[in-house]
């Protein structure tokens, strides 16, 4: 079975998810301290949010948390067409919108308490970013939210003693990792600068975007930024590669 991972090579993959990781949990702190408690990336948390609105008629944040899910979920499927559209210009095509989106959430209106136009940007360019990068499998990595690592890292740690772990189980820890280490750092920076402390979240997407860029650019046939057999992220299994040879 080939490996349908990007990129193809696992070691730039792992560093660029680890580093992807850490981007979130920086803009997840922010927006959580930012925007009264509005998560950026953890839609399981939004969600019960949202059901705990819904059991007592509260319509402000009803829409408040459910347009943040559904925006969420847009990215994701923008995200999606572009990996696909893109092909091995994925990387560089996907971090320089994120690092974008991420920066101009300090310049839009800041909107009503339903409709918090400001966090718009920051969620579009987290719920983006899942289409970043993908395991070995085809499957997308989650880069910004934990639950499956930890679910992921717990099942691999039993298949240890029945056999041995999938390959992606290695990269769980370090995600996992990546991921809080980026909150620390969030809400340090939250606290100091305010809504400010996005554009640090937007200038490390913006070098990981020249890194990809310099990359692809110097050597477009190597795995390190591409693949001859990744679908577009969690693509049926016939699904047709979108890095051509």
């Known amino acids: 079975m080939p490996d349908k991972g990007f990129p193809a090579d696992a070691k730039v993959r792992v560093r660029f998810a680890v580093a992807l990781a850490a981007v979130a949990g920086i803009a997840d702190a922010i927006g959580f301290i930012q925007y009264s408690q509005l998560f950026m990336s953890f839609m399981s948390g939004n969600t019960t949010r949202f059901g705990e609105a819904a059991s007592t008629a509260d319509w402000t944040q009803v829409i408040r948390f459910g347009g943040v899910i559904m925006l969420f979920c847009f990215g994701a499927f923008a995200g999606t067409l572009i990996a696909a559209w893109a092909k091995r210009w994925r990387l560089a095509t996907l971090l320089t919108i994120q690092a974008c989106l991420l920066a101009v959430g ?136 979108t890095v051509a040879l």
């Open 106 to 241: 300090n310049v839009v209106p800041q909107g009503s308490e339903a409709v918090p136009l400001h966090a718009y940007p920051v969620v579009l360019a987290l719920g983006l970013q899942n289409a970043t990068l993908q395991d070995e499998a085809g499957r997308s990595l989650a880069l910004t939210y934990v639950t499956g690592s930890v679910v992921r890292f717990g099942a691999g740690l039993a298949n240890m003693l029945l056999h041995k772990p999938a390959p992606s189980f290695w990269i769980q820890g370090p995600l996992w990792a990546g991921l809080t280490v980026g909150a620390v750092v969030g809400g340090l920076l939250a606290n100091r600068y305010g809504e400010a402390a996005f554009l640090a979240p937007a200038a490390l997407s913006a070098g990981l975007a020249l890194i990809a860029l310099v990359m692809t650019i110097r050597n477009p046939e190597s795995d390190a930024i591409a693949s001859d057999f990744a679908p577009q992220p969690d693509a049926h299994p016939e699904a047709k590669p």
